[in-house]
Each structure stands twice: as C-alpha cells, then as structure tokens.
C-alpha cells in the first residue's frame, strides 16, 4: 500500500521559514518523480515544485522561485520543501505527490498524499 505522508506544516510570519517533508512507503522512492501542490480555499490545486529522481533537475512555479527549495533524499525516502520568506498568498494546504518515471508540473500524479496546512500572517 502506497503512503505518501507529510508534516511541518502550521502558521508562520512573513520573514520567517518552514519546512515540508513528505515520508513515502511502499513505493520504490527513487523510481518516482515528485512534486509538492497547493491548494487554497476557494482555488484550484496548483503546481508548486517538482524534482526529478535523483534530485538533479528542479522545476519551481513563479510564484515561489526564489524563496522556495524542493530537494529529496532517497535514502529516507523523503521528500522537502523549504519555505523561505513565506508570503500570506502562500497560504494553502500543501501536498506532495508522486509520479512513476516523469516530472510534470500537472496534477497528473500516480500518488497524492492528506496535505498539510501552512498560514502565512503579516
């Protein structure tokens, strides 16, 4: 049974930082690209990150070049995302997802995890 399981997220301030992470099981981690979405109330889930197996290819949205970074250790068969200068905009709930061989910024996922919640306040 696949489980993709995520925590760290919950409310932060402007300025500050936070980071997502993503434990995988039953999968074999590194066969499968990864991505983190989001999902504000209200609003489509949209493409936040994406990674490529090995972590040598990253694809970051617009919205959060720069202040975000995804990474992977497939060793621990975990996924991160590091939040810096968050924004209230980037208030959502987070989830990671997996997909079997290719990276896309699509929802197209083979694998979705519950989601965490991140606030953002001013």
């Not at 504000?40 to 617009?62: H, N, Q, W």
């Amino acid at each position: 049974q696949v489980q993709l399981v995520e925590s760290g997220g919950g409310s932060v301030q402007t300025g500050g930082s936070l980071r997502l992470s993503c434990v995988a099981s039953g999968v074999t981690f590194s066969a499968y690209a990864m991505g983190w979405f989001r999902q504000a109330p209200g609003l489509e889930r949209e493409f936040v990150a994406a990674i490529s197996l090995k972590g040598s290819s990253t694809y970051y949205a617009d919205s959060v070049k720069g202040r975000f970074t995804i990474s992977r250790d497939n060793a621990k068969n975990t996924l991160y995302l590091q939040m810096n200068s968050p924004k209230p905009e980037d208030t959502a709930i987070y989830y990671c997802a997996a997909k079997r061989l290719i990276v896309v910024r699509t929802p197209e996922y083979d694998y979705w995890g519950q989601g965490t919640q991140v606030t953002v306040s001013s």
